[in-house]
């Protein structure tokens, strides 16, 4: 019975992959990479989706991701162990670390094909009875099952993860398809459009295509670093492993110099250690400090607001703490000290302090705490970390924040080189009504510009820097 099945399978995807897109569905463009050798990757970096970059007629294009280390258990070719929609992700996200291969595949469908044939099937009726009848006939407990899954709703159909729930429904598997087990199923979903009477679904066609072409990469697996403690004063000692025994080597900057050997001596007092492989050169990092914290801390976080990084900590106790500096760097090494929070010198109460970075950097931004106490001891917190995302724009205006009491306007601007500006504020019939200069700053800036005299209206705010001109609405209402 298995190899019967099996030769079925392998006509009708002959009959299909001989183009990868069906006769029904007229002049498909069907997706195509141009395929180069393995690229090597390692497991916590992200692809490249230049590399697979390709078009199709069809609305939706999406990514299938197969390990060919895995054989699908439906036995036709290797398993599909993810879907990306635009061909950048990292392969420890689907569960690959390396070694391994894995292998990307372009499909391009249209979504509304499956939507049709879903609303079809459980909103229509014929002789007396929901369409669902005649699919249950055939695949019984489909519809029950779709309901039950929540796929009955099209609302929830967006993409090929939950078309490969509906075709589970018609050929049920107990693991991971392959790339042609999954072309079975839509050719099966196909013959049961066909065998439902016509009152129920119209003659309708499900259009896709799927390329021939697929990306190989080769994937290396990233050091563990489990632990990096303090052995000796001014000393770390790194804890890291690879599988297979590899060689790894280790540095306090991400450029280098690295050293085959796992301790240093005199390093600052807080600050990431890097750890590679010596072959692959897959790189991971870990946050270090060489001494105990002078308080006792609950929490240390940072998030990223629209124009600020927020970073919070709270303290459980505080023993002679005179307060809080903090610390942010652009790589993680090389710290800045940023700002001074008093602290509550003596607490054992839980207490929370917050502070608003208004000028963040571009990027990665690093962030530490020390903790001064009255007799001038300094200790260090752990190192967090938040990620900005760049700004295509060299300078924009981010919020035009309306009057308050004060009659002062704030004006926040996103900028990647420092630089100086000029403003113009006009009125609604669009004569000029303040101007001024003013630096700005690499990174996010907050201005203030005074008001009080403008009457209640509407104003439109506009900057000009180094031929960038932007601009904004606001109001005065008081």
């Known amino acids: 019975m298995k190899q019967a099945l099996h030769a079925l399978i392998f006509v009708l995807l002959w009959c299909t992959t001989m183009s990868f897109a069906q006769t029904n569905c007229s002049n498909i463009i069907i997706p195509t990479i141009d395929i180069g050798p393995p690229i090597a990757l390692c497991d916590n970096e992200p692809t490249n989706p230049a590399v697979v970059t390709t078009s199709s007629n ?69 002789l007396g009875k929901p369409c669902c009848a005649f699919v249950d006939a055939i695949y019984p407990n489909f519809c029950a099952t779709l309901v039950i899954k929540g796929l009955a709703n099209t609302n929830n159909i967006n993409g090929i993860s939950d078309i490969a729930g509906i075709l ?22 196909e013959n049961l459009i066909k065998a439902i009477p016509d009152e129920c679904l119209e003659p309708m066609s499900i259009c896709y295509a799927i390329s021939p072409t697929r990306q190989v990469y080769t994937v290396n697996e990233t050091p563990t670093i489990n632990d990096v403690s303090e052995t000796a004063p001014s000393q770390i000692t790194v804890d890291a492993s690879v599988s297979g025994g590899g060689m790894l080597e280790y540095a306090l900057d991400p450029n280098g110099p690295f050293q085959s050997s796992n301790v240093f001596n005199n390093v600052p007092p807080i600050g990431l250690v890097y750890v590679r492989t010596v072959g692959s050169q897959c790189l991971s990092s870990f946050p270090y400090q060489t001494a105990s914290l002078a308080v006792e801390l609950a929490d240390f976080k940072v998030a990223a607001l629209s124009t600020t990084n927020l970073i919070s900590w709270t303290t459980l106790t505080e023993s002679n703490n005179e307060g809080f500096s903090l610390y942010r760097a652009e790589d993680g090494v090389n710290f800045e000290k940023i700002a001074w929070i008093e602290g509550a010198i003596n607490s054992t109460t839980t207490i929370t302090y917050e502070y608003h970075d208004s000028a963040p950097l571009f990027g990665k931004n690093y962030y530490s705490i020390s903790m001064e106490d009255t007799g001038g001891s300094t200790t260090f917190s752990d190192v967090v970390v938040v990620s900005r995302e760049e700004m295509e724009d060299r300078f924009n205006v981010l919020a035009v924040q309306n009057p308050v009491a004060n009659d002062m306007l704030q004006v926040t601007f996103a900028n990647n080189t420092t630089g100086t500006f000029e403003y113009v504020i006009y009125n609604a019939s669009g004569k000029t009504v303040a101007t001024g200069t003013d630096t700005v700053l690499e990174g996010i800036n907050n201005f203030m510009i005074d008001v009080s005299q403008l009457n209640p209206s509407v104003y439109f705010f506009t900057a000009t820097k180094d031929g960038f001109n932007i601009s904004e609405k606001f109001m005065i209402n008081y």
């Open 58 to 126: 069809l609305p939706t294009l999406e990514y299938i991701v197969v390990d060919l280390d895995q054989t699908a258990l439906d036995g036709l070719g290797p398993a599909i162990i993810g879907i990306d929609d635009d061909g950048e992700f990292l392969p420890s996200d689907m569960g690959i670390t390396g070694p391994a291969n894995i292998a990307v595949v372009p499909i391009s469908y249209n979504i509304q094909d499956f939507h049709t044939v879903i609303d079809a099937a459980v909103n229509n009726m014929h």
């Open 168 to 189: 589970d429904l018609i050929l049920l598997t107990s693991g991971k398809d392959s790339v042609e087990g999954l072309v079975f199923k839509i050719i099966l979903l």
